[in-house]
């Protein structure tokens, strides 16, 4: 898990990128500043979602529009305490993206750097990267709408 020491004061969009079996929660300011990212076991998600709903100042939940996004869309409007505004984003090559910025935020060390980067697998599991990715795309969205 990562928190950033910052709390921020303005509104924050919450990543989410919805699994089977783990789900990835990343927290980004409007400004791109990244405040938290941590892959959980799905049944957790909601849990985690309320928690930090508690310590950040969410405004919107942006997720993932594949596999199994219908089914979470619905479970959150439902166990969610208060309501939140949930948008779908277009997730498609969000895991080979997700990929490619695990190594620029944590550049191999060791032999690994020797790999091309298209063989590296990441040590661990990067939903909390494609939840970041899933902000960016929503918020690149936005400033190309206003263009």
Same mark, same amino acid.
């Given at each position: ?31 791109r500043q990244l405040y938290y990212h941590q892959v959980v076991v ?39 305490? /208060?309501?939140?505004?949930?948008? #779908?984003?277009? &997730? =498609? $090559? ?6 490619? @910025? ?9 032999l690994t750097k020797l790999l091309p980067q298209g063989m590296r ?5 990067? /939903?909390?990267?494609?939840?970041? #990715?899933?902000? &960016? =795309? $929503? ?6 709408? @206003?263009?």
């Open positions: 898990m990562t928190i950033s020491e910052f709390s921020p004061t303005q509104p924050v969009i919450l990543g989410f990128d919805p699994g089977k079996d783990k789900c990835g929660l990343a927290i980004m300011g409007l400004d799905a049944p957790k998600a909601i849990a985690t979602i309320e928690t930090l709903r508690q310590q950040f100042p969410v405004s919107l939940l942006v997720m993932g529009d594949q596999t199994t996004a219908k089914k979470w869309k619905q479970q959150l409007q439902q166990e969610l305490t /208060d309501q939140l505004n949930i948008i #779908l984003v277009d &997730e =498609r $090559y969000s895991t080979l993206d997700a990929r490619d @910025r695990y190594w620029q935020m944590y550049p191999p060390k060791g697998q990441p040590p661990r599991p990067i /939903d909390d990267i494609v939840a970041l #990715l899933l902000i &960016e =795309r $929503y918020l690149n969205r936005l400033t190309i709408s @206003r263009e």
